[in-house]
């Protein structure tokens, strides 16, 4: 692994820019922040994160239901017949 160090900004989006060229050939990479920050003053306001509620499953077995519960229900517009299909695609080469 090879490490850069660069210099960049958050905007008031949150989005963080960097304003030098880097050369590296593409791909994916891991970024680390560094933030500077005075005495006292951290300047960043950590909110918990949001705690969503637990699905509700009915299920004679504990440990799938608590496992159920944990997972987020399919959405809407799911097609099984879509996916099997395209699992089918993928696994044969189609």
């Known amino acids: 692994m090879q490490a850069y160090k660069l210099k960049g900004a958050i905007d008031e989006s949150g989005n963080l820019i960097v304003n030098e ?10 970024i680390i922040v560094l933030q500077t920050v005075e005495k006292g ?25 608590e496992w159920l519960e944990n997972t987020d229900p399919t959405p809407p517009d799911f097609d099984p017949e879509q996916a099997k299909w395209e699992y089918l695609k993928e696994k044969h080469n189609l």
Do not use: F, H, N
């Open 21 to 30: 060229p880097i050369k590296m050939a593409p791909g994916e990479v891991e």
């Open 41 to 65: 003053d951290t300047g960043v306001t950590i909110e918990p994160p949001a705690v969503k509620p637990k699905r509700q499953v009915e299920c004679s077995i504990p440990i799938l239901k």
